[in-house]
């Protein structure tokens, strides 16, 4: 399925002989996988592909030939010629009596163990007939609390432990977070934390892995303790819809109940090889919660009241077709939603365009990497991340630049990890002190908002060392010259003041940018939050073509995407800008193309973007639609926000909770989440992937398809798709870039990578080789333009905000989340050490933090994550939201706001000063 | 801060006499031990981690592997009571109640008598088989013991007297 990891080309095979059969693998591979790959399945308990050999259990012991004794087959390389026997008489005795000594010291309680029918001891156990009994009756003896007593997600159980250590080392090596260790030793040894502490008070990231690489069931989801054995549940493969990176996960289902029990994954899976991270792997309550809308809701007398779906319907027809002959097409708008499916984003703007007439359709993208589609469409014709995520094991220099992907890419943030073990050198360009910068060879702390300052001197430094690519540049690029003069006006001193950081450094991170072999550039949303985020992208393609570093393997320029299907809904066309497949709707033969299938005109007038709509609501805009996207929480200056929404004659909101934009709407509809319906979502390395449905919705909620189905026909344009499937054969055939992609291919194929132009195409792993989607990449020249707000005297601080790795966007499905929930429940600001002293703050008080825009309260974490001029709010708590502070200034190009920096002002709470919270952990957290 | 600064230069200089910097966490856990009364607390690890680049499970995945380190307050005194074989035949185990009996400490999580004085641990064998029973105190060893030759050694413990060894 899955094809090499790294790069074909390099790798050297060997050929040996395995229970008779010629076998051929790469150099380097151990016994046990290359036997794998011939279908041989050598028995093993400590074993796991993502964890370097532990060698423990021994139930892999082979016979090869000329070897003494007898070799276990996890920790031993192939060797060309090597004879290797896997079962015979003898190893199978020695396999019954290493299982034998196994069950003497594990309470093999099969018929009431939740493992059972997924167990490796119980099938080999059963396999060799092993007898529990042979050494002695094992009575359980660890019945007082242990780490995880007080913990809501995890359960260790002693005595189920076969002291593997498989937990520890995915702990210690594939995660990094380090919370688990073997303590004491023979008999009494038991996994533990440091000190047996609480497993919250610890490094544990919550990411599950220990519960999902554990043989048997000692390590155990405490949420689905005795909720039903393995053989009582149903496997449905489908894909995360938290973050953009696009996990394959594989939800555990009780069809009687009804109910998602538990949330697994296999190593192999396409993109995040069986790892998952908090939200992954815990945060799916959500889908059951008891908050969720099960009728549509109507307003009558000012309130909020049930209603039919006939009812609903008719209301949504009636007034939206009013308001469209009353104030013409351009009077309605639509806002998509990057949590849905790439079919439903596209049956939104095709009933903006198709049926009502209008380009106003946009999703949140504008909100976070709508720079970044821009910048890079200029720069290199196409605004994607260029690169695979199985590609960053090979990369040497990873260059990360406003990006913090072990909390807010998790799965990004390990492979990444991967790569630093296999050697990769490291360089994060970061205002916090995050994981990444932690582990960092060289890390630059600057000033929120002086990227381009610091970018500029890097390239003049790289020109001038004679470290610039020119190959690449004459053969490949454009515009360099007008590019190269304005870098004139860029010195590394004068970066080294404007950013706050040590010139040395930043000449380092130069030269090791250039000299990588090969590097790549990973960011985020620190760069295109803010109004200069368009510059700050095209800045960012700048340096890579200096160098040369695009177009390569694990080597490019790669935004990492926020939402689950961001980018499936700038793909699907849900902007006004752009059509499917990102095209424009002002080129006549698309436009022919469109009007035929979809046997309607095509608008003529140019769209509103998100932050327009906004503002025109109320004015020229009438009557708003929004599927899944609660905009009052995520937008900037919320106040503001509420007053517009407020001022429209019609807003109906197609919704999985009441949200705070749904409690201002006229007509809610009951919409489904990710478990309960057909689709696809296509992730950040622009894979497209299927979602499949695994639970019935709530009550009487729709699937978001089913419902803009109906409300295209309550609008007067019937569309009467099947399923899913149809609606993407119909997208796919407008769209050269989607063309050879269908849900039978993708099921085969386990996602496949657009552009996917035909049939019998295997998608692309990585764009720009040999030539740039736009024909050459262009250079541009970009000035440093300080951000829009600057610290005062009043508001002397800059304050950032982002995501933190336990919750997602406004929190409204991470939240549901009990395990999440314990671990992070409120709202923080980290403040820098000595600033706190300033004020007089001491960690876990409870402050102010005020903007020319608005205050809110929230706990201090005080640490040294961020620099003394600078404090930093994560943007997930609703009801103290951090967007009730940040700038409502945009990016000219692309409307993005400037949330990742405006100035702010901390101060102690009047009367109450001294009130805490509970919860120890952030301050764990940020001091870590 | 739980390390002195003269504890760390002493471990700064310890360091120096590895090849790896973390090979010298066992002497360091053996000297904080003495300093602070003959047991580890949780900062005192913590500090060690950070001294030696470890992680905090590391540090105390050592400190639990071992037995010489314990990790829970230990009396005046801490007697190691060898059950191994050699003295398991020479009656260590009746010895062992004996001293129970006499000092009020008995082994378990919590081994240490209720005044404080006396913490009673089991350990396995010591090296010194050929003149079995024998406890250890305070890096002494006390041999070809019988109950009167413990009463004799409690005694002296009990007056501060330092209690020489057999050897
Ligand atoms: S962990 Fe496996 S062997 Fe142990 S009781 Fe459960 S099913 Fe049986
Ligand atoms: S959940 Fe993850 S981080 Fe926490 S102990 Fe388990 S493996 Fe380690
Ligand atoms: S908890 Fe599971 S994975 Fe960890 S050592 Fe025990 S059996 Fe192995
Ligand atoms: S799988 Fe090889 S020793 Fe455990
Ligand atoms: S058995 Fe007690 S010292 Fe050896």
């Known amino acids: 399925m899955e094809a090499a990891t790294r790069n074909p080309a390099t790798l050297d095979s060997v050929i040996l002989t395995i229970d008779g059969r010629q076998v051929s693998v790469p150099a380097g591979t151990d016994i046990l996988t290359a036997a794998k790959s011939a279908g041989i399945d050598i028995p093993h308990l400590c074993y796991d592909p993502r964890v370097e050999a532990i060698g423990a259990c021994r139930m892999c012991s082979v016979k090869v030939e000329g070897a003494r004794g007898l070799v276990a087959a996890c920790g031993q390389s192939v060797a060309p010629g090597m004879q290797v026997i896997t079962e015979d008489e003898e190893l199978a005795r020695r396999r019954k009596h290493v299982l034998e000594l196994f069950l003497s010291e594990h309470c093999a309680t099969c018929s009431g163990c939740d493992k059972s029918g997924a167990c490796r001891l119980q099938d080999y156990a059963y396999r060799y007939q092993a007898d529990p009994h042979r050494f002695g009756v094992y009575r359980p003896r660890y019945d007082g609390d242990n780490y995880t007593t007080l913990n809501k997600g995890i359960l260790y159980d002693a005595d189920k432990c076969i002291r593997c250590g498989l937990c520890v080392k995915y702990c210690e090596t594939v995660q990094m977070a380090e919370a688990l260790t073997f303590t004491w030793r023979a008999d009494r040894m038991v996994v533990s934390t440091p000190g047996d502490d609480d497993l919250n008070d610890t490094s544990c990231e919550l990411c599950g892995g220990c519960i999902r690489v554990c043989p048997t069931s000692a390590m155990l989801d405490k949420r689905a303790f005795h909720a039903g054995r393995n053989s009582d549940l149903q496997r449905v493969r489908t894909t995360c819809s938290y973050c953009g990176v696009g996990c394959q996960m594989d939800l555990m289902v009780d069809r009687q109940r009804n109910r998602i029990v538990r949330v697994t994954a296999e190593p192999g899976s396409p993109i995040n090889d069986g790892n998952l991270c908090v939200k992954g792997h815990f945060g799916f309550e959500f889908v059951s919660s008891p908050e969720r809308l099960t009728q549509p809701l109507i307003r009558r007398n000012g309130a909020l009241e049930p209603a039919t779906w006939d009812e609903a319907l008719a209301l949504i027809g009636s007034r939206m077709q009013e308001i469209r002959k009353q104030h013409g097409p351009d009077g309605l708008a639509f806002i998509s939603s990057a949590r849905c499916t790439n079919e439903e984003n596209y049956l939104v703007q095709k009933i903006a365009r198709a049926v009502v007439g209008t380009h106003n359709v946009d999703n949140c993208a504008t909100s976070c990497h709508a720079p970044t589609v821009a910048g890079l469409a200029e720069s290199f014709g196409s605004g994607a991340m260029t690169n695979s995520t199985t590609e960053i094991r090979d990369c040497k220099v990873l260059f990360l630049i406003g990006a913090n992907p072990t909390e807010a890419h998790p799965i990004f943030g390990l492979e990444m990890k991967r790569a630093l073990r296999r050697g990769a050198k490291l360089i994060v360009c970061d205002p916090r002190e995050t994981w990444m910068a932690k582990h960092a060879d060289i890390h630059i702390q600057h000033r929120s908002g002086s990227d381009n300052m610091l970018l500029n001197a890097m390239m003049r430094h790289i020109i001038d060392e004679g470290l610039a690519d020119r190959n690449f540049i004459e053969s490949r690029c454009e515009d360099y010259e007008a590019f190269a003069e304005n870098l004139k006006g860029y010195t590394v001193e004068a970066a080294a003041e404007c950013c706050g950081v040590d010139a040395e450094l930043i000449r380092a991170a130069a030269r090791m940018y250039a000299e990588g072999e090969p590097s790549a550039i990973y960011y985020t949303l620190g760069i295109t939050e803010h109004a200069c985020g368009t510059d700050n992208v095209k800045n960012v393609a700048n340096l890579a073509m200096l160098c040369g570093q695009i177009g390569k393997w694990a080597s490019g320029v790669n935004p990492l995407r926020g939402q689950n299907n961001v980018q499936g809904a700038c793909d699907m066309g849900a902007m006004p800008a752009k059509l499917p497949g990102y095209q424009r709707w002002s080129d006549a033969e698309v436009r022919a193309r469109f009007e035929a299938v979809w046997d309607a005109p095509m608008p003529q007038t140019e769209g509103l973007k998100i932050p327009m709509m906004i503002a025109a609501a109320g004015a020229e805009l009438r009557a708003l639609y929004v599927m899944g996207q609660d905009i009052v929480a995520t937008e900037p200056n919320q106040a503001e926000v509420i007053e517009r929404l407020k001022s429209l004659d019609f807003l109906v909101c197609q919704e999985i909770f009441l949200t705070e934009t749904a409690k201002l709407a006229h007509v809610v509809l009951p919409s489904t989440t990710f478990a309960e319906k057909d689709g696809t979502f296509t992730c950040s390395e622009r894979r497209v992937q299927l979602v499949r449905k695994a639970v019935e919705p709530p009550g009487e909620a729709k699937a978001d398809w089913e419902i803009l189905c109906l409300v295209a026909e309550a609008l007067g344009k019937p569309m009467p798709y099947r399923d899913p499937a149809e609606i993407y054969d119909e997208l796919a055939s407008l769209s050269p870039m989607f063309a050879g992609i269908s849900h039978r291919r993708i099921a085969e194929h386990g996602g496949l990578q657009w552009p996917c132009p035909s049939d019998d195409h295997a998608g692309t792993r990585f764009l720009h080789e040999g030539r740039f989607t736009r024909g050459k990449g262009r250079f541009h020249a970009i000035r440093h333009q300080p951000p829009r707000e600057e610290p005062t005297p009043e508001f002397p601080l800059i304050l950032s905000t982002g995501r933190t790795l336990y919750n997602y966007n406004c929190g409204s499905m991470s939240r549901k989340s009990a395990v999440i929930s314990q671990k992070e429940s409120a709202n923080f600001v980290e403040i820098h050490r000595d600033t706190a002293a300033r004020y007089g703050i001491a960690d876990d008080e409870k402050i102010v933090v005020r903007t020319a825009r608005g205050r809110v309260t929230a706990r201090a974490a005080v640490g040294e994550r961020v620099r003394p001029d600078t404090i930093w709010m994560p943007f997930h708590f609703a009801e103290e939201s951090a967007n009730v502070l940040t700038n409502d200034v945009f990016d000219p190009v692309t409307a993005t706001a400037e949330y990742k920096c405006c100035a702010a002002e901390i101060e102690k709470l009047p009367a109450a000063g001294t009130e805490r919270l509970g919860s120890k952990s952030h301050a764990a957290h940020a001091t870590r | ?167």
């Open chain 2, 1 to 167: 801060m739980a390390l002195s600064d003269a504890l760390r230069a002493e471990f700064e200089e310890l360091c120096t006499h590895y090849p790896e910097r973390r090979a010298g966490l066992i002497p360091a856990l053996h000297r904080c031990q003495d300093e602070n009364g003959g047991w580890l607390t949780p900062e005192i690890l913590e500090d060690l981690a950070d001294f030696f680049g470890l992680a905090p499970v590391d540090v105390y995945g050592v400190a639990s592997f071992y037995p010489m380190f314990r990790l829970r307050p230990v009396g005046e005194h801490v007697i190691s009571v060898c059950h191994n074989i050699s003295c398991a035949l020479r009656g260590a185990e009746a010895l062992l109640e004996h001293i129970c009996e006499r000092t009020g400490a008995r082994p378990g999580l919590d081994g240490t008598s209720p005044d404080g004085r006396f913490t009673v641990l089991r350990v396995e064998c010591q090296g010194a088989c050929a003149n079995a029973p024998m406890v250890e105190v305070h890096g002494e060893y006390h041999e070809d013991l019988d109950p009167a030759k413990v009463d004799r050694l409690l005694a002296e413990l009990q007056s501060g007297a330092p209690a020489r060894g057999a050897r």
